[in-house]
């Protein structure tokens, strides 16, 4: 599994003076690369669904189908329940905290094409998963 965060680098590539980031590395040619060492990547949620300015999921970038393509599977991270880490879309209220549709969130990036997920509330994501 080769992780991509949402910004930076692999510190394994910046150690080693290669130029090369996490947008690098979910181009077609980056997920190529990866499926010679890897089963699958497991990605920062928003990029494979990016948010718009209000905070709402917007389409879902072609990185799930180009990693598919590659022949390797995807896994989003990290999906958590409290409005603070929800798309607005699926937040309860204004209170950050207060828990929101954690399990609605899950099942937009399903239907994307998301093969597996992470998720620090396994009990709503064996009901997110349940589909």
């Known amino acids: 599994m080769q992780l991509i965060n949402c910004t930076g680098a692999p510190w394994d590539l910046i150690t080693a003076s290669d130029p090369r980031t996490y947008a690098d590395l979910v181009t077609p040619e980056g997920l190529a690369d990866i499926a010679t060492y890897a089963d699958g990547v497991g990605v920062c949620k928003d990029v494979l669904i990016r948010r718009d300015a209000a ?11 180009d990693a598919h393509d590659a022949g390797l599977v995807v896994h989003g991270w990290t999906f958590r329940r409290e409005n603070q880490f929800l ?3 699926f937040r ?6 207060a828990p929101g549709d954690l399990v609605g969130e899950v099942r937009a990036f399903a239907t994307a094409g998301m093969d597996g997920f992470f998720t620090d509330n ?5 009901i997110a998963a349940a589909v």
């Open 92 to 97: 309860s209220g204004p209170d950050p905290n």
């Open 122 to 126: 396994p009990g709503l994501g064996v």
């Open 55 to 65: 905070g709402n999921l917007t389409e879902p970038s072609p990185v799930i189908a």
């Open 87 to 89: 798309p607005t879309q």
